[in-house]
């Protein structure tokens, strides 16, 4: 269908479906039998089929019919990834419900409040540890009338009356006495009615409930797959939180649209070695992600040797002429297939990526040199931007066209603008249908007219690409007034395999400072190549050769910006941060307001 012109109440449909689970239900009778889903059990990777995704589904969806579940009630699932995540998300959104994944790091007031805002009677817990997490404050959440918890480890004397386990609920819907009301239920489900309930991270407030429809995610299969390019034989790895849109659209609903089998990484701090293990055709990632595969890499050079790193460093030089290069020369392709040979085609097999035809980076801004990197080792990494409310994916570089520095094309049918206070304003079928009991915010963020404020500061160029400036909350108006973009002052600083992360302070102050979080591992080999005496993180932070290390980077940080933009001091965060810290959200985006406020003794000190 013509994609670019979609009137507002036109139906969308994927291969002749219009919902997400009549999408779904289709596969799963065609593909029945093939693999669909892959898991590690006891180390040993594990497979399930197209009709074990759908039979399981069915019969939870029939055990919730069971509960008293019904239309448009949120069901909340608090787990790690794994393949019951879906199975309930997949039960829920057929009967009609509303699907709303619960982070794994998130406290339990934060469940409480999740549970509060939700309204949802049903909540799914992973395991004993998850669980502990509603019996902390169940007195806060009483609307919650049944946990389901998919584990038993731990809990095989637990007994209580609003708790059962995941196969006693399979067993309930086993038994329905009207089998095919899932598959009624299933065919009542309306593109317009919601497909799910995603809440924003929180960096600037309380989490907030984004309604996707049906409609919504249609649509990003639709315009995607007009972009990208999608193969039944895909192998994918499936790592990021669920909870968030671009796991879920890439690990979900892309695979039920196009037939690819998703494996589970076991835990997060497995991700690397499961990446090895799957070596997945194409792989979406934060830049978090891509920065420490960079950093591990540049450890591996400084453990080399002599000749080892000058022979890296030779074949790093080859392949970023060859990746820059439109007609290379015969000699700079034989050099290339020999640099290849050697080593950037050991690195990708390596890393895990030596199949990979198209890796993504989304959810934050990358630096660009860090895009080239692995250009020049042969992997060819884009940059996409959506938010929540785009459903996920708005723009986005294509392999054949990635202009590195910006954040590629709309998708047909995205339509953008900017207006006079430099704000990005997205429109198209991909803009979300509000916010979960907030008219007033929802009015906020849709103009009347049906445009979407994104917060983003953004310019479009004239082949249509657009590049994202910085957040509007994160413009820096400094005292002499000039305003400042922080991000890619920031993105410069985490080029460095010596930091992890950077917030750039000087709102309404004379001059610019630097928060910085350095990256363990590659601070720890410094040290160590140095002999420099630390014992724990804190220490190593403060050792008088690290703060020298860091100053050298934010030295040669200054000389790429105008001297108003240059960072005149800086700070080490002394805490180890992860996504379990308040500091950061869980794809790992720095709070920046919050990481203000909690080190305001190290920013006064500067000024």
Same mark, same amino acid.
């Not at 994609?3 to 593909?31: K, M, N, P, Q």
């Not at 196969?167 to 309930?172: F, K, R």
């Not at 929540?388 to 723009?395: F, R, S």
């Not at 703060?547 to 080490?572: H, M, P, W, Y």
């Given at each position: 269908?013509?994609?670019?012109?979609?009137?507002?109440?036109?139906?969308?449909?994927?291969?002749?479906?219009?919902?997400?689970?009549?999408?779904?239900?289709?596969?799963?009778?065609?593909?029945?039998?093939?693999?669909?889903?892959?898991?590690?059990?006891?180390? +040993?990777?594990?497979?399930?089929?197209?009709?074990?995704?759908?039979?399981?589904?069915?019969?939870? *969806?029939?055990?919730?019919?069971?509960?008293?579940?019904?239309?448009?009630? /949120?069901?909340?699932?608090?787990?790690?990834?794994?393949?019951?995540?879906?199975?309930?998300?997949?039960?829920?959104?057929?009967?009609?419900?509303?699907? =709303?994944?619960?982070?794994?790091?998130?406290?339990?007031?934060?469940?409480?409040?999740?549970?509060?805002?939700?309204?949802?009677?049903?909540?799914?817990?992973? @395991?004993?540890?998850?669980?502990?997490?509603?019996?902390?404050?169940?007195?806060?959440?009483?609307?919650?009338?049944?946990v389901i918890v998919f584990d038993r480890d731990g809990l095989a004397d637990f007994a209580?009356?609003?708790?059962?386990?995941?196969?006693?609920?399979?067993?309930?819907?086993?038994?329905?006495?009207?089998?095919?009301?899932?598959?009624?239920?299933?065919?009542?489900?309306?593109?317009?009615?919601?497909?799910?309930?995603?809440?924003?991270?929180?960096?600037?407030?309380?989490?907030? *409930?984004?309604?996707?429809?049906?409609?919504?995610?249609?649509?990003?299969?639709?315009?995607?797959?007009?972009?990208?390019?999608?193969?039944? =034989?895909?192998?994918?790895?499936?790592?990021? /939180?669920?909870?968030? %849109?671009?796991?879920?659209?890439?690990?979900?609903?892309?695979?039920?649209?196009?037939?690819?089998? %998703?494996?589970?990484?076991?835990?997060?701090?497995?991700? $690397?070695?499961?990446?090895?293990?799957?070596? /997945?055709?194409?792989?979406?990632?934060? !830049?978090?992600?891509?920065?420490?595969?960079?950093?591990?890499?540049?450890?591996?050079?400084?453990?080399?040797?002599?000749?080892?790193?000058?022979?890296?460093?030779?074949?790093?030089?080859?392949?970023?002429?060859?990746?820059?290069?439109?007609? /290379?020369?015969?000699?700079?392709?034989l050099q290339h297939g020999l640099a290849d040979l050697l080593v950037l085609g050991n690195?990708?097999?390596?890393?895990?990526?030596?199949k990979a035809r198209r890796v993504t980076s989304g959810a934050a801004p990358i630096s660009?040199?860090?895009?080239?990197? $692995?250009?020049?080792?042969?992997? !060819?990494?884009?940059?996409? $931007?959506?938010?929540?409310?785009?459903?996920?994916?708005?723009?986005?570089?294509?392999?054949?066209? @990635?202009?590195?520095?910006?954040?590629?094309?709309?998708?047909?049918?995205?339509?953008?603008?900017?207006?006079?206070?430099?704000?990005?304003?997205?429109?198209? !079928? *991909?803009?979300?249908?509000?916010?979960?009991?907030? !008219?007033?915010?929802?009015?906020?963020?849709?103009?009347?007219?049906?445009?979407?404020?994104?917060?983003?500061?953004?310019?479009?160029?004239?082949?249509?690409?657009?590049?994202?400036?910085?957040?509007?909350? #994160?413009?820096?108006?400094?005292?002499? *007034?000039?305003?400042?973009?922080?991000?890619?002052?920031?993105?410069?600083?985490?080029?460095?395999?010596?930091?992890?992360?950077?917030?750039?302070?000087?709102?309404?102050?004379?001059?610019?400072?630097?928060?910085?979080?350095?990256?363990?591992?590659? %601070?720890?080999?410094?040290?160590?190549?140095?002999?420099?005496?630390?014992?724990?993180?804190?220490?190593?932070?403060?050792?008088?050769?690290?703060?020298?290390? +860091?100053?050298?980077?934010?030295?040669?940080?200054?000389?790429?910006?105008?001297?108003?933009?240059?960072?005149? #001091?800086?700070?080490?965060?002394?805490?180890?941060?992860?996504?379990?810290?308040?500091?950061?959200?869980?794809?790992?985006?720095?709070?920046?307001?919050?990481?203000?406020?909690?080190?305001?003794?190290?920013?006064?000190?500067?000024?």
């Amino acid at each position: 269908m013509e994609i670019a012109r979609i009137d507002a109440e036109e139906v969308i449909a994927f291969d002749g479906h219009a919902t997400i689970v009549s999408l779904w239900a289709d596969r799963c009778a065609r593909y029945s039998d093939r693999v669909c889903h892959r898991a590690k059990e006891l180390g +040993i990777w594990q497979s399930y089929s197209w009709r074990d995704y759908y039979e399981t589904a069915r019969k939870i *969806g029939l055990g919730l019919l069971q509960l008293g579940v019904t239309r448009g009630e /949120p069901v909340l699932i608090l787990a790690e990834d794994r393949r019951e995540w879906l199975y309930c998300d997949l039960a829920a959104a057929s009967i009609g419900a509303i699907p =709303t994944g619960v982070y794994t790091t998130d406290s339990p007031q934060q469940l409480a409040y999740l549970a509060q805002d939700s309204g949802a009677r049903v909540l799914f817990v992973e @395991n004993d540890e998850q669980l502990d997490k509603w019996i902390a404050l169940r007195a806060e959440m009483p609307g919650i009338e049944h946990v389901i918890v998919f584990d038993r480890d731990g809990l095989a004397d637990f007994a209580h009356p609003r708790v059962m386990f995941l196969d006693a609920l399979v067993a309930l819907g086993e038994a329905d006495p009207d089998p095919e009301r899932f598959e009624r239920a299933l065919r009542a489900v309306r593109p317009e009615e919601p497909r799910m309930l995603i809440y924003t991270s929180g960096t600037t407030g309380p989490p907030k *409930g984004a309604i996707l429809t049906h409609r919504n995610m249609i649509f990003q299969l639709v315009a995607g797959s007009s972009m990208l390019d999608f193969h039944e =034989t895909d192998n994918l790895l499936c790592f990021l /939180p669920l909870c968030h %849109v671009l796991e879920r659209l890439v690990s979900v609903e892309a695979p039920l649209a196009h037939g690819a089998v %998703v494996n589970f990484a076991e835990s997060p701090e497995t991700v $690397f070695e499961n990446l090895q293990e799957v070596s /997945p055709d194409v792989f979406a990632g934060v !830049p978090r992600i891509w920065e420490k595969i960079y950093s591990r890499v540049m450890i591996m050079r400084s453990e080399a040797g002599p000749v080892g790193a000058r022979a890296f460093d030779w074949a790093l030089r080859v392949g970023a002429r060859r990746a820059g290069a439109a007609r /290379p020369s015969p000699w700079l392709r034989l050099q290339h297939g020999l640099a290849d040979l050697l080593v950037l085609g050991n690195l990708r097999r390596m890393l895990g990526l030596s199949k990979a035809r198209r890796v993504t980076s989304g959810a934050a801004p990358i630096s660009p040199e860090l895009i080239g990197w $692995f250009a020049a080792i042969g992997v !060819p990494l884009v940059e996409g $931007f959506g938010m929540t409310e785009t459903a996920g994916v708005a723009t986005i570089n294509t392999t054949d066209d @990635n202009r590195v520095g910006t954040v590629g094309a709309p998708l047909p049918g995205v339509r953008l603008r900017i207006d006079d206070t430099g704000e990005l304003l997205v429109g198209g !079928p *991909g803009v979300f249908a509000g916010y979960w009991k907030r !008219p007033e915010k929802t009015a906020e963020t849709i103009t009347p007219d049906g445009w979407l404020r994104t917060g983003d500061l953004g310019r479009i160029g004239n082949d249509g690409h657009l590049t994202i400036t910085g957040r509007m909350k #994160d413009l820096i108006i400094t005292a002499g *007034g000039k305003n400042i973009t922080p991000a890619e002052i920031e993105n410069k600083l985490k080029f460095s395999p010596y930091i992890a992360d950077a917030v750039v302070i000087g709102d309404r102050r004379k001059y610019l400072t630097c928060l910085v979080m350095i990256d363990q591992e590659n %601070v720890e080999k410094f040290a160590q190549d140095r002999q420099v005496p630390f014992s724990d993180f804190a220490s190593l932070t403060r050792a008088a050769e690290v703060r020298e290390l +860091i100053g050298s980077v934010v030295s040669e940080t200054n000389r790429q910006f105008a001297q108003v933009e240059q960072i005149k #001091d800086f700070r080490l965060i002394e805490i180890q941060l992860t996504a379990e810290d308040e500091e950061l959200t869980p794809t790992m985006k720095l709070k920046r307001d919050f990481v203000s406020r909690r080190h305001a003794a190290l920013i006064d000190e500067m000024y």
